[in-house]
T-cell receptor, first 112, second 119 residues
């Protein structure tokens, strides 16, 4: 069974631009969560989606948004990029919200 | 307050020896889950092992075992017979289930421990 896939794997943007990251969960998984990883803050929870509904949101500004489609694929969007948004963005999927999360390879975003 | 504490920024172990990575946690919930993930330099988080708060037996998965001491709020990872491929960052994480809560997916991570296995 294929694992979690994330596209793109690497991305370079400039301040003020916006970016959309995509996550395809493991087949059959209905829950998708997003995390941001930076050297300074470590791993921080962004949001969690289940059945196209956002179930939980982390402490991030409104510039960070996401959505989940009927096939459980998820996208996250960051508008008006700031230098501090440079990070590894990890997506994780699970069968349900109570199940073990399996992570994708991440998208490395660099904001210049 | 930090909910997951990993006090060892770095650990070194000789190949084929066992190593213990420490993790303590803080929660007031009765129901919670504890996880260990491995992150190689490639970045992907690899699930290793899970322990539920109501599980009486320590979890084991191959060379990985979780030393769960509920009263001390610790969930240490033990890797037996270390291999060179075990060199990576290791994260302890917790999923809380607050009373009456409907969302279970959020994981809170510790700062990680870098493990280096020497030949």
């Amino acid at each position: 069974k294929a694992g979690v896939t994330q596209t793109p794997r690497y991305l370079i943007k400039t301040r003020g631009q916006q970016v959309t990251l995509s996550c395809s969960p493991i087949s059959g998984h209905r829950s998708v969560s997003w995390y941001q990883q930076t050297p300074g803050q470590g791993l921080q929870f962004l949001f969690e989606y289940f059945s196209e509904t956002q179930r939980n949101k982390g402490n991030f500004p409104g510039r960070f948004s996401g959505r989940q489609f009927s096939n459980s694929r998820s996208e996250m969007n960051v508008s008006t990029l700031e230098l501090g948004d440079s990070a590894l963005y990890l997506c994780a999927s699970s069968l349900g919200t109570r199940e073990t999360q399996y992570f994708g390879p991440g998208t490395r975003l660099l904001v210049l | 307050a930090q909910k997951i504490t990993q006090t060892q920024p770095g650990m070194f172990v000789q190949e084929k020896e066992a190593v213990t990575l420490d993790c303590t946690y803080d929660t007031s919930d009765q129901s919670y889950g504890l996880f260990w993930y491995k992150q190689p330099s490639s970045g992907e988080m690899i699930f290793l092992i899970y322990q539920g708060s109501y599980d009486e037996q320590n979890a084991t998965e191959g060379r990985y075992s979780l030393n769960f001491q509920k009263a001390r709020k610790s969930a240490n990872l033990v890797i037996s017979a270390s291999q060179l491929g075990d060199s990576a960052m290791y994260f302890c994480a917790m999923r809380e289930v607050p009373a009456g809560g409907t969302s279970y997916g959020k994981l809170t991570f510790g700062q990680g421990t870098i493990l280096t296995v020497h030949p």
